[in-house]
């Protein structure tokens, strides 16, 4: 379907297309609950991407919407049911498999049924922890009044043959790795089954918003992930900011894409850390830790927190960085990535390391579309999807990046697209820091009743945030939407076929965070 007038004739909802549409417009299609499995198998064949599922508590039933986003020039579509209390809902999985996550967290959260699902139960909450009756993200949920007694917790055996084996990996380790468990089937050396368990320290971060100031909401956002940490917050401020109707300075918003590169160079230095760090490769790996700290250090030295912590602000930035402070730490950065880049041409040339990660960890492209891979894991294989050119926000409409890709899908096409993506990090930074208008960097954001959808392209992927916020202008739903969680329904498919010793290495290639899961 080539225009929004054919897939929404195709949805039936030809009366919802608007006479002319706003950048970064978000159409919502309310739709009867029985017609959402077909709605979602049409927007799958037109290529449209789910980011997430919000569930909201309202009028004594629950509210669902589905934000899909679209190529460049057409709007987010965001399909919308009401639940009646005690009511089901057709699960769209079957037809959607990237819906398949969402739908069993909602189903732990708030304890909200999906027809057909395939696997209900003991995902974020733990069985072991809590109680089958306890649904923390209701409104009438209080931890000390919970009913009902943990079950005990066994892992299952996939694999059951002579001479098979289940291998436990975690969830505690060394280091500053969070929790989470691999357990991993075999009968020798191959992974035949790895079944991905995470979630072990839930935070409750959604929950924990409800009724905050925006101010306090997007402190809270930044902790859910250092690693993503302003991405993370420039979604949830954008989703304020459009409930709010409040519009951000033209230097904010260059200034946003400018941390935001930053912050990506930063994170895939990190990533390729990890990679070297997988493959026993003592000197590399300290080389770009030493890049990571140097990125990590201009950080703090101009943005007052080495993770970006406190710079987002609803309405913009929290403070100003000058043109020449700009054109300075862009430099700065550029000469890191250069190092970065000299190390990674040694690493290249090297044979040993590039056997440990060509044609190993594959994921293909029919697995990345399926289950809706994001970032530098999706496009590796062949899923190019980019929120900075797909949804321009910030300055990115004016400043597009070149988006890196690949095909093989394996962990040193994943690496490739990795160091692609810092290299296009320093090329943008100092366009970014030779084009910032003169102006304030934080306008009027007066709080008030609404709602309204964010999004970013992190480090790892899309980061989509949802905010409702009540008559009082404070938190009433914030729902957190971000890549780990859609990239990590896949990993178990990259580890599968593949020797143990090549689980780490693919582990490292994901670049991916086990906290986003834990919010």
């Keep these: 379907m080539?225009?929004?007038?054919?897939?929404?004739?195709?949805?039936?909802?030809?009366?919802?297309?608007?006479?002319?549409?706003?950048?970064?417009?978000?159409?919502?299609?309310?739709?009867?609950?029985?017609?959402?499995?077909?709605?979602?198998?049409?927007?799958a064949r037109s290529?449209?991407?789910?980011?997430?599922?919000?569930?909201?508590?309202?009028?004594?039933?629950?509210?669902?919407?589905?934000?899909?986003w679209l190529p460049r020039g057409l709007p987010w579509l965001e399909l919308v049911i009401d639940v009646a209390p005690g009511g089901t809902v057709p699960s769209i999985s079957p037809r959607l498999f990237a819906a398949d996550w969402h739908e069993r967290e909602i189903e732990d959260l708030f304890g909200l049924i999906f027809s057909n699902h395939p696997f209900l139960g003991n995902f974020v909450l733990h069985d072991e922890v809590w109680p089958e009756q306890a649904f923390p993200m209701r409104h009438d949920f209080a931890a000390t009044d919970a009913d009902g007694a943990p079950s005990p917790y066994q892992p299952q055996q996939m694999l059951q043959a002579e001479g098979a084996f289940l291998m436990p990996?975690?969830?505690?380790?060394?280091?500053?790795?969070?929790?989470?468990?691999?357990?991993?089937?075999?009968?020798?050396?191959?992974?035949?089954?790895?079944?991905?368990?995470?979630f072990y320290k839930y935070r409750g971060i959604e929950k924990r918003a409800e009724g905050m100031v925006a101010a306090d909401a997007l402190l809270l956002v930044e902790r859910m992930n250092g690693t993503n940490a302003f991405a993370h917050a420039l979604a949830a401020a954008q989703a304020i900011e459009r409930a709010?109707?409040?519009?951000?300075?033209?230097?904010?918003?260059?200034?946003?894409?400018?941390?935001?590169?930053?912050?990506?160079?930063?994170?895939?230095?990190?990533?390729?850390?990890?990679?070297c760090k997988s493959t026993a490769l003592a000197v590399p790996t300290s080389l770009a830790?030493?890049?990571?700290?140097?990125?990590?250090?201009?950080?703090?030295?101009?943005?007052?927190?080495?993770?970006?912590?406190?710079?987002?602000?609803?309405?913009?930035?929290?403070?100003?960085?000058?043109?020449?402070?700009?054109?300075?730490?862009?430099?700065?950065?550029?000469?890191?990535?250069?190092?970065?880049?000299?190390?990674?041409?040694?690493?290249?040339?090297?044979?040993?390391?590039?056997?440990?990660?060509?044609?190993?960890?594959?994921?293909?492209?029919k697995v990345a579309q399926?289950?809706?891979?994001?970032?530098?894991?999706?496009?590796?294989?062949?899923?190019?999807?980019?929120?900075?050119?797909?949804?321009?926000?910030?300055?990115?409409?004016?400043?597009?990046?070149?988006?890196?890709?690949?095909?093989?899908?394996?962990?040193?096409a994943r690496l490739r697209v990795f160091l692609d993506e810092a290299a296009e990090s320093a090329r943008l930074l100092p366009l970014l820091a030779t084009r910032l208008p003169a102006?304030?960097?934080r306008g009027a954001c007066a709080t008030r009743a609404g709602a309204g959808l964010g999004w970013s392209e992190a480090p790892a992927g899309a980061s989509t945030c949802f905010a409702r916020l009540d008559a009082d202008g404070r938190i009433a739903r914030l729902?957190?939407?971000?890549?780990?969680f859609a990239n990590w329904h896949a990993y178990h498919l990259a580890a599968e076929r593949f020797a143990f010793q090549d689980f780490p290495i693919t582990l490292a290639s994901f670049g991916l965070s086990m906290a986003e899961q834990d919010r």
Excluded: K
């Excluded at 280091?175 to 368990?197: K, N, P």
């Excluded at 080495?306 to 000058?322: E, M, W």
């Design 2 to 43: 080539n225009t929004l007038a054919e897939l929404l004739h195709a949805l039936e909802c030809d009366a919802a297309l608007p006479a002319a549409i706003e950048p970064g417009a978000v159409l919502a299609l309310p739709l009867p609950a029985a017609r959402l499995p077909h709605a979602a198998h049409v927007l």
């Design 47 to 68: 290529q449209a991407q789910l980011a997430g599922i919000v569930c909201e508590q309202r009028n004594g039933g629950f509210a669902l919407r589905y934000p899909f």
């Design 169 to 198: 990996v975690g969830p505690v380790y060394g280091g500053v790795s969070e929790a989470g468990q691999f357990l991993l089937d075999t009968l020798g050396e191959e992974i035949t089954h790895c079944q991905t368990r995470l």
């Design 244 to 275: 709010c109707d409040c519009s951000v300075p033209a230097r904010a918003q260059t200034l946003r894409s400018f941390w935001a590169e930053l912050e990506r160079l930063r994170s895939h230095a990190a990533t390729i850390a990890g990679l």
């Design 289 to 365: 830790y030493q890049r990571v700290e140097e990125l990590l250090r201009l950080s703090g030295r101009h943005a007052g927190h080495r993770f970006l912590f406190g710079l987002i602000a609803a309405g913009g930035l929290a403070f100003d960085l000058d043109d020449a402070a700009a054109r300075e730490l862009a430099a700065q950065a550029q000469a890191v990535a250069r190092r970065l880049a000299d190390l990674a041409e040694e690493l290249l040339f090297d044979n040993s390391f590039i056997d440990r990660l060509e044609e190993v960890g594959v994921i293909d492209a």
């Design 370 to 412: 399926r289950y809706g891979l994001v970032g530098p894991v999706g496009r590796a294989a062949g899923h190019v999807s980019d929120l900075r050119r797909e949804q321009p926000y910030a300055a990115y409409a004016e400043c597009t990046p070149r988006v890196a890709q690949a095909a093989e899908g394996d962990n040193l």
């Design 439 to 441: 102006g304030t960097v």
């Design 479 to 484: 729902r957190l939407m971000p890549p780990a």
